[in-house]
């Protein structure tokens, strides 16, 4: 678990000083180091880009504040959210991260789906992974394929979904679960990267959760939130990567 501390040495970017004035410090947003582009890109752990770096600057723009984002592994978002070590994380939903949280509305689209090779068998429904290795990302959780596989589902553990293409390119594994908007942007970008799409099988939109001991009050985030849902700059923001 998680303890506080002068510096937070569990996570990348410390938080050993005053992030801003008491009268509006800066919104600190987390961004898991397992998340690959579209969602995240990272420099030297740090974020650099990507929809979550967009959306939170939106946010802190919609507030008034400065963004402080901080780099945490996927096993710790939780004990980070919980301690009020940062204020919120995006690209989340209910059943994905334990504890009790303030949540936005969904509002990101996406999809889980099966991709695998070109020449691997193809898979029609979730019953024809069953006991074939599989492709997963360490932290993440499939409830939806745990619920159809059990024990039979044999987890195939990448740190990255980088990484876990790259192993399915390489024939380690012949399919792998991923986010239908990180398959269509690493499609597009990577052309030597020939996949196919077998399975679309649990359509989400995804959300925002805040801690109960943010710095910045939910109130106000949720407003900030919902003000660029409904202005469109969120689906703005969703286009350039899509």
Known sequence: MFKRSACLLALTVPLCAPLASAAAPDLVMIAPLNQNMPLAQFQNNKL?????????????????????????????????????????????????????????????????????????????SLAD????????????????????????????????????????????????????????????????LKLRQDLVFASFKAQCAFSKKAGVPFGQVNQAINGLIDDGSVDAILARYR
């Open 48 to 124: 650099s880009g990507g929809i979550l770096k967009d959306l939170g600057d939106a946010i802190g723009h919609r507030l008034g504040r400065g963004v402080v984002y901080v780099s945490v592994a996927s096993e710790q978002v939780s004990d980070a959210l919980a301690a009020g070590m940062a204020d919120g994380i995006c690209y989340v939903r209910p059943f994905w991260i334990d504890g009790q949280y303030d949540w936005s509305r969904p509002f990101i689209a996406d999809a889980e789906v099966v991709a695998s090779q070109q020449d691997a068998p193809p898979v029609r």
């Open 129 to 192: 992974l069953r006991d074939r290795p599989v492709g997963t990302v360490a932290g993440y959780r499939y409830p939806r394929v745990e619920q159809v596989l059990g024990l039979r589902f044999q987890r195939s553990e990448s740190a990255t979904m980088e990484e876990n293409l790259r192993k399915l390119m390489a024939g380690k594994v012949l399919h792998t679960v991923i986010g239908q908007a990180t398959l269509a942007y690493q499609m597009r970008t990577n052309h030597a």
